[in-house]
Structures are given as structure tokens and as C-alpha cells.
């Protein structure tokens, strides 16, 4: 964990600001690593006295995330946690798509550039062929249409889905799906990667290729999920109980007490 003392806060990235393509925000910095090799900043999360309280149509107000204190700067770390523990809504705050209802999350040294990965990535296609798809997310990043086909083409590549490009959207697996929505992401050039049940709609096979995938991309990576094996890659775990963050910890020793606290088994076995 790293020091924090002067932050960038997101505050704009809500509501009618929300970007209009999931993972895309207007800042441009440069990138994080997991292996620093040509020296990029590191980004430091800094989340501060946050909660999120919620209210309900019968009026009453229901706090889904506990007040909770964080300071982020691994490569990887992993959410885990029971259904409705409050995971996605602490990356949502992360990504600033939920506003804390108190306190404030800060970075280091700058807001990044986030891109988002949801669990079913129909959420996040939103043209009908692939390469157009790759090609809106572009849009910002690169002006000339000639080098948005240059690089939607080169970024197909790098995950084998060069021949794709002409491809319906709808005629892909849930694998290609996936990884056309990880091509939109990285389309953007994010500073940091949240992914919230990447690998939920994947079989065996597709779901180790894109943890590979998502832990290869020399962003920093926050992601939530079921799967253990995956949280096991991270740097750092946090485990979420009731919308309490209850254990944090490096993998092996946090996934173990996540597994006896799930399972209700006693400690030591
Ligand atoms: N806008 C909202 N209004 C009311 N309740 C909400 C809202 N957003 C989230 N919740 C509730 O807050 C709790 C935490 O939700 P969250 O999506 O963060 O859980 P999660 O750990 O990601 O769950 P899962 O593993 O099922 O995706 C859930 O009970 C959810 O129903």
C-alpha cells in the first residue's frame, strides 16, 4: 500500500456525465503496469471514508456499502464475495459511476482513464459489427478514420479476432463476445481496467484464456468475482460480507478464511 496525500477526485463521471460508451471517460493520461518497463506512474486509488446508501421506493434508506477506507496501488487485486455483498458497487465507485453518499475517492496522480468489463458484454457492444464497434471506441482517441481502421485491425489482432472485423456481434460465442468487449476497452487506452465477473459467461477454456488476457495487459487491473482461481492471480484480495469489507489480505490467506466464512466450515480445516 502507498501514501496518498494530494489526490485527483472523479467528479464527473456520473449521472449525465457517464461516459456514453462503457470504459471510455475524457481524461488521457498515460498507462499503468504490472511490470513497469518503461517507467509509467503508478496509479494510486485512494478511497476515503466512502459508504453508499441507497433509498428504497417504500422510503426507507438501505446502506448497501458499509464505510470503508482503502488505499490501492497493486497491479491486480480482486474483489470477492457472497451475491449482493456489495462488489460491484465498490467498483462502480471506483469506476465513478456511483457517487459515495459520504466521504471521497481520490488517485494518484491523476483520475484514470478507466475501462469498464461487465459480466455479459452485450452490455457494452453497442455497434452491430465488430469492427465498428472497436472503431466508435476509437472515436475519441484517434481522428482519422483510415488510422481507427489501422488500429481496430491491429487491436482484433492482438486477440485473435483479426477475422472478425466484418463479423455480425451476434453470431460471436459468449469467448469472442468477451474478448470484442476487451478490445473496445482497450480501445481506449485505459489507465486502469475494472472488471466486474469477466469470466461468469466463460467456459473452462475461454475463461482461463481471458484471465490471461486481463492479467497480461500491463494496466492496473480491480476486478470482482466468483472465481477463485482467478482472485488467486491477484496481488491483493479483499473479501466483502453484508456490504462490509471484512478481510484484506494477500490471496492464499484471504481466499482461505472467504472459503471457511462461505461455507461456514470452522478454522483450521
Ligand atoms: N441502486 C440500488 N438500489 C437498491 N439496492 C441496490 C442498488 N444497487 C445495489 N443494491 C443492492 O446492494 C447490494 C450489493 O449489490 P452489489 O451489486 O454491489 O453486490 P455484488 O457483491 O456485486 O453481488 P453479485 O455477486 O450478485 O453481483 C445488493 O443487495 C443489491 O441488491
Redesign the pocket.
Known sequence: MAEMTDGATRSTLKGADAPAHPGQSNEAVQSGSRVPASGPQRLVTEVDAVH?A???PDGSR?T??HELSLTLDEPVVA?V????????????LVAGL?APTAGEIRFSPAVPRSGFIF?NPQAQIIMPVVGEDIEFSLRETVKSRAERTRRMREILTQLELGHRAESSVYELSSGERQKVALAGVLATEPELVIA??PTTLLDLRNAAEFRRRLLELQVPLLL?T?DLEFAAQADRVLV?DQ?RLVDDDEPAAAIARYRRLALQEPEGR
Do not use: Q, Y
Request: hydrophobic fraction near 45%; glycine fraction near 14%; charged fraction near 20%.
Open positions: 453508499v441507497v433509498d428504497l438501505r448497501i456499502l474483489v464475495g457472497a451475491n449482493g455483498s456489495g462488489k460491484s458497487t465498490l467498483l462502480r456511483v459480466a466486474d465477473e470482482a466468483h466483502f456490504g
